[in-house]
């Protein structure tokens, strides 16, 4: 996207039809959001993955509203530039429709976020047209849903097989239909992913599901190696932060029980 403008969800469709590539990453904060909208980045997820990432959780499952509006909070105000999706935790929306309704107008009312992010497919297809049609923008998510996880066995790649892969061209089409104005396409084979790419208007975000999609979104942490406790085949690590972070702790740890810091050029005489 053009240096200093602000990305809106027509320019993501926009880039598709011009075949830019969307690029995505996850924020959970201030600090971080700032400086990947410093660099660039078209779209800042602030993603439940705070509760596995920063929360030290086993899964996205226990991720509140509260958690996830504190977060966007803090990831608004770094960002000028990018769009800031925030994702809705899981039984903030599955309930009713009035429920998603109330919900996702909360957290876009504060947090300042430019739409929500929900995942499924078929199922929640009304849901997904209920929110566009009081103006909330809705990014999809389908194939692996980390809310689903036990549903589908862990973290599974989804989609092998031909019927497998029909339902996620429907899921995906479905959601389209409702409204919404992305879709991610999570851990599932690159061929199925191009399907749904092709099959679609609206851009595809890519997260293990190969190159062939609109976009691509990493977590944040996981990207720059800080999340070292987290391998998984798709992430290719840019960084390796975990590393220096702790070389640096080390360091800090040695001189201050060496007595070498703070040595006189960080000291203030009288």
């Given amino acids: 996207m053009p240096s200093g403008k602000h990305v809106t969800t ?51 499952l226990s991720a509140t509203l509260e958690q996830m509006i504190y977060h966007t909070r803090m990831v608004r105000a770094g960002v ?48 997904v047209r209920a929110l566009v049609d009081i103006g909330i923008p809705v990014m999809g998510h389908v194939g692996f849903t980390p809310q689903s996880v036990h549903a589908l066995g862990g973290a599974r790649v989804q989609g092998r097989g031909a019927q497998a892969g029909d339902r996620i061209v429907a899921d995906a089409k479905a959601l389209e239909e409702a409204g919404a104005f992305s879709v991610v396409l999570e851990l599932m084979p690159s061929p199925v992913a191009a399907r749904v790419t092709q099959a679609l208007a609206i851009p595809t975000i890519g997260i293990g599901s190969g190159p062939h999609c609109d976009g691509q979104v990493l977590v944040l942490h996981d990207m720059l190696g800080l999340n070292q406790r987290f391998q998984a085949k798709f992430v290719k690590a840019y960084a ?27 000291s203030f005489e009288q």
């Fill in 10 to 60: 027509l320019e993501l469709l926009e880039a598709k039809r011009a075949g830019r590539k969307i690029v995505v990453l996850t924020a959970y904060d201030a600090l971080f959001a700032q400086l990947l909208d410093e660099s660039g980045v078209d779209v800042v997820l602030v993603g439940d993955s705070v509760n596995t990432v920063l929360a030290g959780q086993d899964s996205t």
């Fill in 80 to 127: 000028r530039r990018a769009l800031v999706i925030i994702d809705l935790p899981f039984l903030t929306y599955q309930v009713s429709i009035e429920e998603a309704k109330r919900n996702a107008g909360r957290a876009m009312q504060l947090t300042g976020a430019n739409g929500v992010k929900l995942e499924g497919g078929l199922a929640i297809r009304e849901t």
């Fill in 240 to 266: 390796n932060l975990g590393e220096q972070v702790r070389a640096a702790v080390r360091q800090f740890a040695d001189e201050v029980r060496d007595g070498r810091y703070p040595d006189a050029a960080h």
